[in-house]
């Protein structure tokens, strides 16, 4: 018994085919599957960032408003140098060499 030529094409193509529509259909099922998942991870990534961000936002809330800097400081109150008595002679011992000289001078002003 022999077969034609179209009989054993129409045969060869149903076996093929019977091989790959599972195949692609298996295929095709587990790529959706995949951006489903990768979809869920989004969503779950996204709602951890906004509650992390409604965590650590905090409203700003002054207690006073705002006033304008004077433009000049205001005056320091110094002491005379001679209240200060033995003690200012002491500190000097603690300043920078650059700088106990100037302070000297001003203190020897001061006393005069």
Not at 29 to 42: C, D, G, Q
Not at 45 to 71: F, H, M, Y
């Amino acid at each position: 018994m022999g077969l034609s030529k179209q009989t054993t094409f129409t045969l060869a193509c149903a076996v093929v085919l019977s091989a790959l529509v599972p195949g692609v259909a298996g295929y095709l099922s587990a790529r959706l599957e995949a951006i489903e998942t990768a979809e869920r991870n989004l969503r779950a990534l996204e709602t951890r960032l906004n509650v992390r961000e409604a965590r650590d936002a905090r409203p700003v809330s002054l207690p006073a408003p705002c006033l304008r800097t004077p433009t000049t400081p205001p005056r320091l109150h110094q002491a005379p140098a001679t209240a200060l008595g033995d003690h200012d002679k002491r500190w000097l011992r603690d300043v920078p060499a650059w700088l106990a000289e100037p302070l000297r001078e001003m203190q020897d002003t001061a006393e005069q």
